[in-house]
């Protein structure tokens, strides 16, 4: 069954007592594909995804284990991503945003909410912060970026922007942390030879007004933190997953 509204949003229902419902978001060139995992109320949270080859199937598992936890969420596939498909080099971060509000906006979802960012989706996370409230701010293994590559398309010239040494030292993600007065959890990774220690650390210290700020390291964890904590320290996956719930369902 397909539900349409005059918002540009498409909600198919797998059956009726299903707890995952499907939805295409109309945003430009090509829609967006996603879903509701919940019993019935609006998502709670929002899960973004990194890049390279992510897509929001890699957080199904951790979803219905927030949905035990009564905490219902929605995720999508940014363009070139997953369901939604696409030419990846045609997006850019400055794309990334306005999907992640396309997405919002057509869900209704309630403010505030909490917004789960995986790596680049993470940067994505804290820009979110220009427009909407957020009561929990969650970064995984999180990346940041210059300020001079936000509208810079992946396909001409982002690449050689971001691997200027230290280039995320000039990312406007600082400036937006600094006035955020929500709840933040950084999840790092001992290991992880993608994001630097450094942008962990600034994103910890810039922070200064949050409600509540934590940091949890993962040892001897790569950038794919949860499937190395799944594997190797089911217990260290217990303690930072716990830390999420509590992150969320505090207000």
Request: with cysteine.
């Amino acid at each position: 069954m397909t539900l349409h509204s005059s918002d540009g949003v498409h909600i198919r229902v797998t059956n009726e007592f299903s707890k995952q419902r499907f939805f295409q978001v109309d945003a430009g060139t090509r829609p967006l594909i996603g879903d509701i995992i919940s019993h019935s109320d609006l998502p709670q949270a929002l899960i973004l995804h990194g890049a390279g080859n992510a897509n929001r199937g890699h957080f199904r598992l951790f979803r219905e284990q927030l949905l035990i936890h009564g905490i219902s969420s929605a995720a999508f596939d940014f363009v070139g991503h997953g369901d939604t498909g696409g030419e990846l080099i045609s997006s850019s971060l400055i794309s990334r945003t306005r999907q992640a509000c396309r997405v919002i906006d057509s869900l209704n979802i309630q403010q505030p909410f909490s917004v789960i960012g995986a790596s680049m989706g993470a940067y994505t996370a804290v820009k979110l912060l220009e427009y909407y409230q957020l009561e929990s701010l969650i970064l995984i293994v999180p990346a940041m970026y210059t300020a001079s590559a936000y509208t810079i398309p992946f396909n001409e010239g982002f690449t050689d922007i971001i691997r200027q040494p230290e280039s995320w030292e000039h990312s406007d993600a600082w400036d937006i942390l600094s006035v955020y007065r929500g709840r933040l959890l950084i999840v790092a990774a001992e290991n992880d030879k993608v994001i630097p220690k450094g942008i962990i650390n600034k994103i910890y210290d810039s922070a200064v007004h949050a409600k509540e700020r934590k940091l949890f390291v993962a040892p001897q964890a790569s950038h794919t933190v949860f499937t190395d904590l799944r594997s190797n320290n089911p217990e260290g996956f217990c303690s930072v997953f716990g830390q999420i719930i509590e992150m969320i369902k505090k207000f």
